[in-house]
């Protein structure tokens, strides 16, 4: 029971969840299980307060004729109103990560449609939330709308095989979910995506594994022609640049028989590369240590050494291990007089 005495830390107590919810609606669960329920006492307790008070509660937005169950309907119908703001719609899902009861309401309220009172109804409908029925038209057409925008797609590109990366990220996503979606697709569905050429995951990693051992072929071609593997940005081939950059970080992630059949030609991946670059580093540094022990001055290095030198001087991005060693060979260097 709330005394009156009591009101004025229930009222503060409110404002304040008003101030970070939204709404007056109080949460029936912990942490704030306890005003839900002071806030129950209070409404039968209304009789016994100044009217003061009264209209403090009222110009909160607080409802004096809330029985406990309607408290709580009223409550997560808030949520969802707060839901709709931040994502444009009422599809909460059922495990959402932030409110896993939300979704569960919404599912509830799907099923319970035949159930619920005349003014729940109106109160969804002007959310604009939508019922099992209307979901499923609501899905139909925005499987429709991105269909369309394959199609459009498939028409500039000759292709379905949309990256990705592509700027339209909204229908990257949804080409990818189809093709997890297979045996889950209507005969209507897989008619319309085979109009557009469309390929499911099987097909697709099948294609992958074509693309790759053709662009293994241009690679074995390049050296050929070049004598190396260490195919430039600037190529011609701008495909081939760009696969070849793809597969020095993608060492990890590539089957054995693709490691293999790259370092067959001498290829290098990142790790190879970087490797390389540390030793040629330490290769000038020692160069420059051994100049300086053995002349006692800079001065009579070759420009190649010079230039590497005056370069390390200004380099902001040395790792602490060259930092060290510049510094060290600094340390020997005589000042000039």
């Known amino acids: 029971m709330v005394y009156p005495q009591d009101v004025h830390n229930v009222y503060e107590r409110l404002a304040e969840y008003k101030a970070r919810r939204g709404h007056v609606y109080v949460s029936p669960f912990a942490p704030h299980k306890d005003l839900f329920n002071e806030l129950a006492a209070l409404r039968k307790a209304k009789n016994e307060l100044d009217i003061s008070?009264?209209?403090?509660?009222?110009?909160?937005?607080?409802?004096?004729?809330?029985?406990?169950?309607?408290?709580?309907?009223?409550?997560?119908?808030?949520?969802?109103?707060?839901?709709?703001?931040?994502?444009?719609?009422?599809?909460?899902?059922?495990?959402?990560?932030?409110?896993?009861?939300?979704?569960?309401?919404?599912?509830?309220?799907?099923?319970?449609?035949?159930?619920l009172k005349p003014w729940q109804l109106k109160l969804l409908h002007e959310s604009g939330f939508e019922f099992s029925d209307d979901l499923e038209t609501h899905r139909l057409h925005e499987w429709e709308k991105n269909l369309e925008k394959l199609r459009e797609y498939h028409q500039k590109q000759g292709n379905s095989q949309v990256p990705s990366t592509y700027k339209d990220k909204k229908l990257a996503r949804w080409v990818i979910n189809q093709r997890s979606l297979e045996d889950s697709l209507s005969e209507y569905q897989?008619?319309?995506l085979s109009e557009v050429a469309f390929l499911y995951k099987e097909q697709m990693a099948d294609l992958r594994d074509t693309q790759w051992k053709r662009n293994l072929?241009?690679?074995?071609?390049?050296?050929?022609?070049?004598?190396?593997?260490?195919?430039?940005?600037?190529?011609?081939?701008?495909?081939?640049?760009?696969?070849?950059?793809?597969?020095?970080?993608?060492?990890?992630?590539?089957?054995?028989?693709?490691?293999?059949?790259?370092?067959?030609?001498?290829?290098?991946?990142?790790?190879?590369?970087?490797?390389?670059?540390?030793?040629?580093w330490l290769r000038l540094a020692n160069e420059l240590k051994t100049?300086?022990?053995?002349?006692?001055?800079?001065?009579?290095?070759?420009?190649?050494?010079?230039?590497?030198?005056?370069?390390?001087?200004?380099?902001?991005?040395l790792e602490s291990w060259q930092k060290l060693i510049i510094e060290e060979i600094k340390s020997t260097i005589p000042l000039q007089k």
């Not at 119908?77 to 444009?88: D, P, R, S």
Request: proline fraction near 3%; aromatic fraction near 10%.
């Open 291 to 317: 100049h300086l022990k053995e002349q006692g001055t800079i001065s009579g290095i070759g420009a190649n050494l010079r230039k590497w030198w005056h370069k390390q001087l200004f380099k902001k991005d």
């Open 190 to 192: 897989k008619q319309k």
């Open 53 to 115: 008070l009264i209209q403090k509660f009222d110009a909160l937005g607080f409802d004096w004729k809330l029985n406990p169950h309607r408290a709580r309907w009223m409550y997560f119908y808030e949520e969802l109103k707060n839901f709709q703001k931040a994502h444009g719609h009422c599809n909460v899902p059922h495990r959402h990560q932030e409110q896993p009861r939300l979704g569960a309401w919404v599912s509830r309220q799907r099923s319970a449609k035949d159930k």
């Open 217 to 280: 072929e241009k690679l074995k071609q390049f050296k050929q022609e070049h004598g190396h593997v260490d195919v430039p940005s600037s190529h011609q081939n701008r495909e081939l640049a760009n696969w070849v950059r793809s597969q020095r970080f993608l060492k990890t992630k590539l089957s054995r028989e693709r490691r293999t059949s790259l370092k067959s030609l001498g290829f290098k991946f990142s790790e190879d590369l970087k490797t390389e670059r540390q030793q040629s």
